[in-house]
């Protein structure tokens, strides 16, 4: 048998101490907190500035995570860490959650939490990454901003509501009598618009923020969708009159109560009725409602400028307004839709919409009976 030649252990060894000495300092020299657990979630690698931000200064190798990592929701509920690492099959992140000192302290953190196979080829152990960051100050300048814009909208509404209030019966006066002063009319007009536009943006902002802080609270109720939707059509005739649309009802008479939040589902079709009246410069509208199991599916259709296929994926998107002529021609802040979604989040509803460009768009929410 021919004699091998010894592997070079020592230099090996010395290389692989290189490497990971080399490994050590790059996440050492990180500014977020990197912690490498294995399977059982036992800690393998930190850095200094996990021991930082969880405020412990001896190592915390071979130690488990959750007993080291207290986390917390938004409302203060105390998160199974273990489980949501365990469920993590592709990366995850969340900057909701806060981390709790044994003081009760406590700071928002980012943690992203991805599986990772720890050391190489097939014999390497699984494990996990935890990415850690201190958000505390990041999140409190969006809780500033947030609380400015409700403020704001907040002081706005009541003088833009008495001035819209008192316009609006000018125009009526206007409409009314005989002498017809074309441009104190104009003028009226226009500022009416101007003003109603002000007003939902201020809405929609209100709105908004409230959604994104998460205070936004369900108050459920019986709703008689047949009533509903006859006041909500009473309430968008003038509107769709003065652009010469008919505004039709198709109600399934067999409907029953909804169980549901009546303030959100009335907001959501208010979005989607204005949208079909702006978008639409002639035919009609229709808002109607169809029984389905488990609740009710709402819709309103228009004959107007229609959506492109590509559009259709991002009308849903934060301040999107389609890139065309029409909506240049409109007042709009691209809010709208985005709020409607986040409603119909809560309302545990689906949103669903068809639409064909210069044909028209059919806008559809089936809300679930809630609590059934
Ligand atoms: P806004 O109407 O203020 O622009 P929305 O979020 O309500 O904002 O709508 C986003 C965009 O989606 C609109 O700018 C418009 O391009 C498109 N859109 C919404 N509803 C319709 C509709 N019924 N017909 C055609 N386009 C629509």
Redesign the pocket.
Known sequence: MSKRTPLPFVATAKTVQLERERLNSLINSMGDGVIAIDENLKVVISNGAALNILDINSSLKGRDIAKVLHLVDNNGQILNLREIICQTKTSQASREWKLIYPDNESINLYVSIAPVRLGYGQHGQKGYVLLLRDITREKSLEEERDEFISVVSHELRTPIAIAEGNLSNARFIFDQSKIKNIPVEEALKEAHSQLNFLSAMINDLAMLSRAERGTLTLEIESINVHDLIMELSKAYLPQAEAKNLSLKTDIDESLELLTSCKLYVREVLQ?FIT??I???TKGHVTIGAKTRKSGVEFFVS?T????SKT?KEK?FDKF???E?FQ?RE?N???????VTMKLARLLHAEINVE?ELDKG?T?TIFVPNIGS
């Open positions: 979005n949208n079909a702006k978008y639409t228009d107007g400028v229609g959506i559009d009308v999107f307004r389609a065309n909506t409109t709009g802040t691209g809010l709208g839709l985005y639409s768009s806008f």
